[in-house]
């Protein structure tokens, strides 16, 4: 099987992965945000912004993966190679500020999209 086919599959484990560190990490703030009635209680509270949009991120990978493995089921060709520069891109930019995070997992997702594209010399 050409693992290009399974990006979508990828990136949704991986937005799992995030959403349930995200919300083990963040379980007594999302509680105090619940107790506190929603409304409102993350706008000045930096600890809760960044729970919520960690968790938020997680829940993102997982539409776009979502969609990607729809797009490549009925496609049935890579997704485009720019999309895997920009995987790439942030990914080694994210390692660079927080080495030791998931930012790594995007790699290996990223270089299997760009060499889903052998035989084109520049991403399009």
Known sequence: MKLWKLSGVFLIATGII???VGLII???ILGEI??????NTVVTQHDRNAVIWFILC?????????????????????????IGWYFLIISLF??????ISGFWLFIPQALIIILAHPKRA???
Do not use: A
């Open 122 to 124: 520049l991403p399009h």
């Open 18 to 20: 995030h959403t349930i």
């Open 58 to 82: 997680g829940v993102f990978w997982i539409m776009i993966g979502h969609f990607l493995h729809i797009y490549l089921k009925e496609i049935n060709m890579p997704v485009p190679r720019f």
């Open 34 to 39: 619940i107790k506190e009635g929603l409304f």
């Open 94 to 99: 994210g390692v660079l500020i927080s080495p």
């Open 26 to 28: 963040g379980w007594t």
